[in-house]
């Protein structure tokens, strides 16, 4: 940029991430040289009585204020811009579309430390390699030492140098052993990164043979690479999504180009990561929530200078730069994990789809339950259908069952017949997996003598019971109190759990099937770094009969032995306010039911029901999910509801009870006033959990058929509720493309 003449004042125009719907004006920092000062650097700007970090989006030669009340900029943090053209256009559509504050939006691009001014750093992270006597070393030599033993098989199972973010994922505590295994000439210090991104060394193990459906989507995708597409992988479980994957990712790497890879649960990393580092040879970071901020914030800047060709990531790496882009894709697409549920309300997905229309690169999605809105894209011709009808391999799909469980006796939620079809499992040596979505011991704890029940004082919710820690917990706030013996209204009834929880069941295996040995995965026993990753090892070297869990089961497990697999309670799952919970459903079911049965042997799935003539449930047995997501679209097209429809939901919630209902009467007097169109207008109403964390809650729906005429209306409302005095005893936010309703 040419130098003004003397005089003449050069405006930075900068974003700051606070809850303001606006840019701010600054005058150029003094005896600067602003040559190659260009949008995407970050700046230090007095703000109110502090300083903040803020972003540059535009160098003008006027602004609309008074020059004499511009403050000026305190100093630029960095030479080449973090950001480019590319990724602040898509940043300013997402913070137009979601209507978000757009310095808040580009905040949450950058890793912790860089929001708040550090330096851009790469660090220089040590590498570990095994020596030549490692690599030979029976790691049953070092059984008296069951860490070393532990570290050493680590490597031996990796097959090239493991960094120190690597090796900190993987276990919090590595370091004395590593530096023992030194000592004992095992291990040794890798100088540099022994992986390398040159096209000649990409590859460390040949690729698996394709059938021809896998082969199909391969070559589509790869025909694609160098222009915008979208393509839907629908491969039921165990098709080999992930060697597509792999075998796409190869001629992206080839091309001498990076790969976005984003997974919709921390859980899945791990495994997806061995699996990468076994087949290619080039560098690859890792982002998600479990690493440090200096761990993302390197891997950030690796993948921003190019010096990494593959980032495996959760929901919030989707904005990391990437130097010389060339495929993103998204695994279990359907997710609900990837919508921000806080603060910048985004859907990953949908970004992802804008984000590649910009980088003129395709966007891969892939699932065996594809969402309703990408099923809809298919039928628009918006994404191309890739589909993976065969399980990979001779495996077979698993035979479900529905098991009507009406008047029958039951043992902790298991029935006798269930129970029965597990001891034939087991005498056979295989696995079987126990999914039910509930953790604690039981939901609800009542006086079976005055009826009383225990509740969160915080929240519409019962207290669920965690039996091991002797404490009541609520799930939605996270208050707790001791677990009691005796009824504190009638100080005499028994104290009785009522329901379900994992602990509970655990608790009955352990006497209906003494001689075997079962674990609980869910958020409570996978707590501590690398317990999962310990019981997934356990569970896939056959030292576990029985794996009992919630939720994080359904997800991209592959448990080879496993044939038997029982949903304790679908009921759960059938009866709720929000439109979204069928399609939920079924994608769970058909999901956990994936995990029965891979390679030659046949699996079996059975769901407990009380309502076996339930058609979601009959329709998915009989005709399989894409039967069932017809029918789900149809019922949503005849109700005009999403896909056919746009939705915003705006949340309010407050300490005072009255507080909500002044401000919607407000926002309602200002609806009426702004909507010209045929926007609906509902509510406002309570949310489904009225009072939550102490704060009373309520929302407003919009809905309308043109989407383009909802954004036009809250265009108009949303900087006008900002000013609201309404506003400041409240807090409020919009939801676009909502997720679900509570």
Same mark, same amino acid.
């Given at each position: 940029m040419?130098?003004?003449?003397?005089?003449? /004042?050069?405006?930075?125009?900068?974003a700051i991430p606070v809850p303001v719907y606006r840019l701010f004006d600054y005058l150029a920092p003094v005896d600067v040289e602003l040559d190659n000062i260009k949008p995407g650097v970050r700046l230090e700007v007095p703000f109110g009585k502090g300083k903040k970090i803020a972003f540059l989006l535009e160098i003008a030669g006027h602004s609309e204020l008074d020059a004499s009340k511009l403050k000026r900029v305190v100093r630029i943090l960095d030479h080449k811009p973090l950001l480019s053209t590319k990724d602040l256009r898509l940043l300013d559509w997402a913070s137009n579309y979601y209507h978000h504050p757009l310095g808040e939006v580009i905040s949450a691009a950058f890793p912790a430390g860089l929001r708040q001014g550090k330096s851009v750093v790469v660090q220089?992270?040590?590498?570990?390699?095994?020596?030549?006597?490692?690599?030979?070393t029976d790691s049953a030599r070092l059984q008296r030492t069951p860490k070393q033993k532990s570290v050493l098989e680590k490597f031996q199972g990796c097959p090239?140098?493991? $960094?120190?973010? !690597?090796? $900190?994922?993987?276990?919090?505590?590595?370091?004395?052993?590593?530096?023992?295994?030194?000592?004992?000439?095992?291990?040794?210090?890798?100088?540099?990164?022994?992986?390398?991104?040159?096209?000649?060394? *990409?590859?460390?193990?040949?690729?698996?043979?394709?059938?021809?459906? =896998?082969?199909?989507?391969?070559?589509?995708?790869?025909?694609?690479?160098?222009?915008?597409?979208?393509?839907?992988?629908?491969?039921?479980?165990?098709?080999?999504?992930?060697?597509?994957?792999?075998?796409?990712?190869?001629?992206?790497?080839?091309?001498?180009?990076?790969v976005l890879i984003l997974v919709p649960e921390i859980t899945l990393t791990p495994q997806l990561e061995d699996r990468f580092r076994q087949r290619f040879a080039v560098s690859i970071a890792l982002s998600h929530s479990k690493l440090t901020d200096k761990q993302r914030q390197t891997a950030w800047l690796q993948m921003q200078q190019n010096?990494?060709?593959?980032? *495996?990531?959760?929901? $919030?790496?989707?904005f990391t730069p990437l130097k010389n882009p060339g495929l993103i894709i998204l695994d279990e697409e359907h997710d609900a994990s990837f919508k921000q549920q806080e603060g910048f309300r985004f859907s990953a997905r949908d970004i992802a789809v804008v984000r590649g229309k910009l980088l003129h690169i395709p966007v891969l999605l892939g699932s065996a339950t594809p969402s309703l809105e990408s099923l809809h894209n298919v039928d628009k011709q918006r994404y191309q259908l890739l589909?993976?009808?065969?399980?990979?391999?001779? #495996?077979?799909?698993?035979?479900? =069952?529905?098991?009507?469980?009406?008047?029958?006796?039951?043992?902790?939620?298991?029935?006798e017949s269930l129970v029965e079809e597990m001891h034939l499992t087991l005498a056979k040596n295989e696995q079987v997996l126990l999914f039910l979505n509930r953790r604690g011991f039981a939901p609800t704890l009542i006086c079976h003598g005055c009826g009383w029940v225990a509740r969160c004082q915080r929240c519409d919710a019962n207290l669920v019971i965690h039996f091991d820690e002797e404490r009541l917990r609520c799930h939605h706030c996270g208050k707790e109190q001791r677990l009691m013996s005796q009824c504190p209204a009638c100080k005499?009834?028994?104290?009785?759990?009522?329901?379900?929880?994992? /602990?509970?069941?655990?608790?009955?295996?352990?006497?209906?099937? !003494?001689?075997?040995?079962?674990?609980?995965?869910?958020r409570d026993s996978t707590q501590r770094k690398g317990s999962l990753e310990n019981y997934l090892r356990l569970i896939n070297q056959g030292k576990v009969d029985i794996i009992l869990g919630t939720q994080m089961l359904a997800k991209g497990h592959h448990f080879p032995n496993v044939t038997l697999v029982a949903i304790l309670d679908v009921d759960s799952g059938l009866f709720s306010i929000d439109f979204h919970a069928p399609e939920k459903l #079924?994608?769970?079911?058909?999901?956990? $039911?994936?995990? #029965?049965?891979?390679?030659?042997?046949?699996?079996?799935?059975?769901?407990?029901?009380?309502?076996?003539?339930?058609?979601l449930l009959t329709t998915l047995i009989q005709q399989g999910y894409r039967s069932f997501a017809k029918t789900a679209l149809a019922e949503r097209k005849e109700a005009l509801l999403p896909p056919f429809s746009y939705q915003a939901l705006l949340r309010v919630q407050a300490a005072d009870i009255d507080a909500p209902q002044f401000f919607f009467q407000a926002v309602t007097a200002l609806v009426q006033e702004l909507n010209t169109g045929h926007t609906q207008v509902?509510?406002?109403?309570?949310?489904?959990?009225?009072?939550?964390?102490?704060?009373?809650?309520? =929302?407003?729906?919009?809905?309308?058929?043109r989407r383009q005429e909802l954004h036009v209306l809250l265009d108009a409302i949303i900087p006008e509720i900002a000013k609201l005095k309404q506003a400041k005893k409240v807090r409020w936010s919009l939801d676009v493309d909502p997720a679900d309703l509570y």
């Open positions: 040419a130098k003004l003449p003397v005089g003449d /004042e050069l405006i930075f125009r900068v220089t992270e040590k590498h570990y390699a095994l020596t030549d006597l490692g690599k030979v090239s140098c493991l $960094s120190e973010a !690597e090796l $900190s994922a993987w276990n919090d505590n590595w370091r004395p052993t590593v530096k023992q295994l030194i000592a004992r000439q095992f291990l040794q210090i890798e100088l540099s990164d022994a992986r390398v991104n040159s096209p000649a060394a *990409l590859v460390r193990n040949n690729a698996l043979q394709c059938n021809p459906q =896998q082969q199909s989507a391969i070559d589509a995708v790869c025909a694609g690479l160098g222009r915008f597409g979208v393509f839907l992988l629908e491969g039921v479980t165990g098709s080999g999504k992930t060697e597509v994957y792999l075998q796409i990712i190869r001629t992206v790497l080839e091309r001498g180009q990076q010096e990494c060709s593959i980032m *495996l990531g959760t929901r $919030s790496a989707l589909h993976l009808p065969d399980r990979a391999g001779n #495996a077979t799909e698993p035979v479900l =069952q529905l098991l009507d469980i009406r008047n029958k006796r039951m043992l902790e939620g298991l029935s005499t009834g028994e104290l009785t759990p009522l329901g379900l929880g994992t /602990e509970r069941v655990e608790k009955v295996l352990a006497e209906l099937f !003494e001689d075997k040995v079962s674990v609980r995965l869910d #079924a994608q769970m079911i058909v999901q956990v $039911s994936g995990r #029965a049965g891979r390679a030659e042997k046949t699996g079996k799935v059975i769901m407990q029901t009380r309502k076996p003539e339930h058609p509902l509510g406002p109403v309570s949310a489904p959990m009225a009072r939550r964390a102490g704060h009373y809650r309520y =929302q407003l729906l919009f809905q309308t058929t």
